[in-house]
């Protein structure tokens, strides 16, 4: 589905509400997001709440989703914006979101935030089978500053200037990155071990750190600072693409973002990888993140404080 299309097919609320139904509720019929019953629950005149006889809660098909208190006539703004930031290689940035839907740079930030947080929500069942690990690192380009503004001695593995990024990727799999204060053994052993299934083969480089892991899986290592990338099977190309990847976005797209959001760009840059090597098709991917984006509501407060 390309952008034509689905901008014809979801350019009334009503039709983003009948799919939204579609894509939530099945062929069951409503629930009630409060007490979670399926017995008589009432719709009114509006044809936009319900109201459940048994908690006598009332709620709309927004309800405990990631749309949260969103106006209702705001649906077809959010499905461009979920459909603009899952199918763009890069993502958006909330200025041209802004531009694209009109609303102010601040609601789309907001919007584009509670999207990367249902991202956020995916699959997080055990990797196996082959994976790569490595570390990158974002930020910190001392050559493109003032002499005066350069700060020292921050070559190489560094974190005076930089956020350091540490990454896992199966072959033929996903990719998950998760943002660290450093990436020394007592950081990365706990996060491999609660994603790797145990006994599974590793390639690394030559960072002193991964030699830990050699306990628990089936490590083998190439040697980047001797100019060695492949050997057999031994390499970490995969995760190195996602690198390029998330560099791309981080200076191509927002040229910068704070420290206390990178989790949440991580997820993005994660999800896009995964489901862009898989068989989903653009609409499939958008209704993907409908699913998921339920009991995923994050507020102003918790993004700002």
Known sequence: MNLMSF??????????????????????????????SMEKIYRYSDGVRYRCKCCKGVFRIITGTLFGDSPIKMLPKW?????????????????????????????????????????????????GGHVEVDETYLGGRERNKHQHKRTPKTQGRSVKTKQPVFGIRERGGEARAFQ???????????????????????????FRPYGSLETFYAVSRVNHGEKE???????????????????RVYLGTHHWWSKKHTQLYLDAVCFRQNYRNGSWGKEAIVNRLLDMGQAARLTYRELVT
């Open 229 to 247: 990338y492949v050997r057999g099977e031994t390499h970490t190309n995969s995760i190195d693409s996602l690198w390029a990847q998330l560099k």
């Open 7 to 36: 901008t014809l097919k979801f350019s009334t609320t009503e039709a983003c509400i009948k799919h939204l139904e579609e894509v939530r509720w099945g062929g069951e019929g409503p629930y009630c997001p409060h007490c979670g």
């Open 79 to 127: 499905f461009m914006a979920i459909y603009l930031e899952t199918t763009h290689n890069k993502g958006i940035s909330s200025v041209q979101l802004a531009a694209h839907i009109d609303v102010p740079q601040k609601t789309a930030w907001f919007m584009l935030q509670r999207i990367r947080n249902a991202m956020s929500k995916d699959d997080t069942s055990m990797l």
């Open 180 to 206: 660290v204060k450093n990436v020394d053994s007592k950081t990365i052993v706990p996060i491999v071990l609660k994603n790797v299934a145990l006994g599974s083969k590793m390639s690394a480089d030559e």
